[in-house]
Antibody
Framework: QVQLQESGPGLVKPSQTLSLTCTVS??????????WSWIRQHPGKGLEWIGY???????YYNPSLKSRVTISVDTSKNQFSLKLSSVTAADTAVYYC????????????WGQGTLVTVSS | EIVLTQSPATLSLSPGERATLSCRAS??????LAWYQQKPGQAPRLLIY???NRATGIPARFSGSGSGTDFTLTISSLEPEDFAVYYC?????????FGQGTKLEIK
């Protein structure tokens, strides 16, 4: 059973960089075949895809966030990470990490989510 | 970008009733559409993939249908635990999109 767990600060100051890590257990990122994603949900709102990474390091980002987003992978730790720069209150959300099998495939595993609040 | 539009935004029904939720895509996604259920404070859970296939452990009262641009999620007889928010989602051309969600509430 694959499990994903987000970790990182729950409070970030405006203009700073939000950094989160997702630790994967029960499966290896480096085995390939899956894409590792970040998705967020603003309070009381719907789901917004941020971007994803393949084990090789190939990344794809939501065009609306692309200028501020960096997703990286550390296969030795079986982790992948999100950095979102120049945050504002509009970036306050629950951030989920997740896994899917590529185009046409669903998201089959999700982390539990972590609330990040942007506030001074 | 493919836009997914869900309707209705809110659906008020009683336990035992049948629920029909709709998801319309702005262009064809073939059958590559998934449905998720989300309860308060929880991550979404995969219900249906490839428009009509139930995910592992999902009860038979959940069914999906459709292809191309029009899709339906049907819950044949609502149980108390089915009242939640439902999202449709597609992934194509290296991008995800989600519908805005349908809230299924107890009448």
């Amino acid at each position: 059973q694959v499990q994903l767990q987000e970790s990182g600060p729950g409070l970030v100051k405006p203009s700073q960089t939000l950094s989160l890590t997702c630790t994967v257990s029960g499966g290896s990122i480096s085995s390939g075949g899956y894409y590792w994603s970040w998705i967020r949900q603003h309070p009381g709102k719907g789901l917004e895809w941020i971007g994803y990474i393949y084990y090789s390091g190939s990344t794809y980002y939501n065009p609306s966030l692309k200028s501020r987003v960096t997703i990286s992978v550390d296969t030795s730790k079986n982790q992948f990470s999100l950095k979102l720069s120049s945050v504002t209150a509009a970036d306050t959300a629950v951030y989920y990490c997740a896994r899917d099998g590529g185009d046409g495939y669903p998201i089959d595993y999700w982390g539990q989510g972590t609330l990040v609040t942007v506030s001074s | 970008e493919i836009v997914l539009t869900q309707s209705p935004a809110t659906l008020s029904l009683s336990p035992g009733e049948r629920a029909t939720l709709s998801c319309r895509a702005s262009q064809s996604v073939s059958s590559y559409l998934a449905w998720y259920q989300q309860k308060p404070g929880q991550a979404p859970r995969l219900l249906i993939y490839d428009a009509s296939n139930r995910a592992t452990g999902i009860p038979a009262r959940f069914s999906g249908s459709g292809s191309g641009t029009d899709f339906t999620l049907t819950i044949s007889s609502l149980e108390p635990e089915d009242f939640a928010v439902y999202y449709c989602q597609q992934r194509s051309n290296w991008r995800y999109t989600f519908g805005q969600g349908t809230k299924l509430e107890i009448k």
